[in-house]
């Protein structure tokens, strides 16, 4: 198929971009104690000058304590490590690029491998990751309001240093994912309840300050996923009736994209159309989408961490999705780690050159 689609520009408040294709974000940990560095700077900068139409950064923690699990992960907030965002943004411009941060508490987490854990205790909703794993403690109100604020305070400096929109993380059983989800919620405050429109207090209040923040020009995309890391086959909403009611108070909140976060991106969401996750969220709600999954390659993401490789794959799926207007704009994860030219080889029919992926991508930034 023609991949015409993929290379029209597209626009919406903030963002004027030359295309269709995101960069994911994706977890590289090269950031000591929180701080961007060079090669980080290099790394965004190689993808812009590719082409990509918008690079959304790897997860950077909101200015909480314990926001994060890794001390390589980068921060959103403080001296430095803003002043290496600034140098990042400035290049991704300098090559022609635009480009989100994707602001992040994690919430409840496992310790990390290498033994470090951060100077407080980790905090959500609840003191539970997934059912029985406690790690950390139940936030309180105010710890819940400060945490608003802190999201609210990444935005406007994401605005302030230049960048072209901001990512909340709302996905794969991080904070705003356990404030959502029945099993790791169970606060009997304003910020639970039965239902997921209720557990849906907590995001709404985030999007809300971010919008407070930033503006009605500025574009807010907001990361969700119905599967967990702990449970690939768990869905918030099990019907369309149920998406709806979850998503559409998020959207009336301020998103203007949803980025709807599956493993293959070509599995329908519900058995009555083919209709992926992003597809759904346009449907029911009107707001843009993003799709993600598997994209190019043969083998989904989580694989990879078993060690598993992946080759490059059609994507004529992807197309007449795209064609028919399922959703507006197409996430690129892998693919774009392990080969920086990755859109340029598309756009330009190179496909004898497009590069697979293995594990070793993930130990450097390439």
Not at 12 to 32: D, E, G
Not at 172 to 192: C, K, P, S, V
Not at 201 to 218: L, N, S, W
Not at 345 to 357: A, M, P, Q
């Amino acid at each position: 198929m023609s991949t015409t689609k993929l290379f029209e520009p597209f626009q919406l408040k903030s963002l004027n971009l030359k295309n269709r294709i995101v960069m994911a974000p994706m977890t590289r940990s090269f950031s000591p104690n929180g701080v961007p560095t060079d090669a980080v700077a290099a790394y965004y900068s190689k993808r812009a000058a590719s082409d990509v139409g918008l690079i959304l950064s790897e997860g950077t923690v909101i200015d909480r304590v314990s926001s994060s699990n890794d001390p390589n992960i980068p921060h959103f907030y403080g001296e430095s490590a803003l002043a290496g965002w600034q140098q990042v943004i400035k290049s991704v411009q300098a090559a022609r690029g635009s480009m989100g941060p994707q602001i992040w508490h994690m919430g409840i987490m496992e310790n990390h491998h290498s033994g470090w854990v951060p100077a407080a205790p980790f905090e959500g909703p609840s003191d539970l990751a997934r059912p029985g794993f406690s790690n950390g403690r139940a936030m309180s109100e105010k710890d819940i309001e400060d945490t608003i604020r802190a999201f609210g305070s990444a935005a406007a400096d994401a605005k302030r240093l230049g960048f072209d929109c901001v990512e909340i993380h709302g996905a794969h059983g991080y904070l705003i994912d356990q404030f959502f989800w029945e099993a790791t919620n169970n606060r009997t405050d304003i910020y639970g309840g039965k239902t997921l429109s209720e557990r849906s207090r907590f995001a709404i209040e985030v999007i809300k300050e971010v919008r407070k923040q930033v503006g009605e020009h500025f574009t807010i995309i907001l990361r969700l996923s119905q599967w967990k890391g702990s449970d690939y086959s768990y869905k918030h909403a099990k019907t369309p009736a149920e998406m709806e009611a979850w998503l559409q108070p998020l959207a009336d909140a301020g998103v203007d994209i949803f980025h709807c976060s599956q493993r293959r991106f070509w599995e329908a969401e519900f058995e009555e159309s083919d209709l992926n996750f992003a597809g759904w969220a346009k449907k029911l709600t009107g707001k843009a989408t993003i799709t993600v999954g598997s994209v190019g390659l043969s083998g989904e993401f989580l694989a990879a961490f078993r060690g598993e490789s992946s080759n490059p794959s059609s994507l004529d799926e992807l197309i007449r999705r795209l064609d028919r207007g399922d959703f507006d704009l197409v996430a690129v994860g892998r693919a774009l780690l392990a080969d920086p030219l990755w859109v340029t080889k598309i756009r330009d029919n190179r496909s004898d050159e497009l590069k697979g992926f293995t594990r070793e991508a993930l130990v450097e930034l390439i």
